[in-house]
């Protein structure tokens, strides 16, 4: 079975710009979350979305937005760039949403730099 | 708000010997942690969990000990090999469904 995969691998965009990140869970698992990891600290929690609604929101402006399609797959929209976005985005998905056994699985991630 | 707490950011550990992580957290209600290993160019991969009516639980070479009075949970890793390099998260559910609260993660590095 194919675990979770994200696209684009690497990306550079300039500041001011748009971006979209994609995600692709794991085949039956209906709940997907987006982390931002910067340098040196851990994966930030963005959003949570299970059955194409948004669940679960952190800290972070709204700029940020995401949605989920009828598949479960998932795409992160950040608008008007800024230097700190750049960052390490890890997508994650499990079976169910809220259960804290269900273990969240990560893609590897998208490496987004904004210059 | 820093709920969960990694203060050592780097662990240099022989092959053969005992590595301990070590993970601090300041809100009580968490009742379930978990450990995440990461590798370079990869995302995290699962690594072990407990539950707060616990205070150990183990998977092979690791185990992971919880002490609910000091909020304190550590991972042991024995023996540990060079392959266990890696950075290493300890994690707890938040209460938004589908959040996980990270520490700032603790670079294991095993020389042969």
């Known amino acids: 079975d194919a675990g979770v995969t994200q696209s684009p691998t690497h990306l550079i965009k300039t500041r001011g710009q748009h971006v979209t990140l994609r995600c692709s869970p794991i085949s039956g698992h209906k709940s997907v979350s987006w982390y931002q990891q910067v340098l040196g600290q851990g994966p930030q929690f963005i959003f949570q979305y299970y059955e194409k609604e948004e669940r679960g929101r952190g800290n972070f402006p709204d700029r940020f937005s995401a949605r989920q399609f009828p598949n479960y797959s998932s795409e992160l929209n950040v608008n008007a760039l800024l230097l700190g976005d750049s960052a390490l985005y890890l997508c994650?998905?499990?079976?169910?949403?809220?259960?804290?056994?269900?273990?969240?699985?990560f893609g590897p991630g998208t490496r987004l730099t904004v210059l | 708000d820093q709920q969960v707490k990694q203060n050592s950011p780097s662990l240099s550990v022989q092959e053969g010997r005992i590595s301990i992580l070590n993970c601090d957290y300041t809100n009580s209600m968490f009742d379930y942690f978990l450990w995440y290993k990461k590798y370079p160019a990869e995302g995290p991969t699962f690594l072990i969990s407990?539950?707060?009516?616990?205070d150990k639980n183990e998977d092979g070479r690791f185990t992971v000990f919880l002490n609910k009075s000091a909020k304190h949970l550590s991972l042991h890793i024995v023996p540990s090999q060079p392959g266990d390099s890696a950075v290493y998260f300890c994690a707890a559910p938040g209460n938004q469904g589908g959040k996980l609260i990270f520490g700032q993660g603790t670079e294991l590095s095993v020389k042969p």
């Open positions: 407990i539950s707060s009516i616990k």
């Open positions: 994650a998905s499990s079976l169910r949403r809220g259960v804290h056994t269900d273990t969240q699985y």
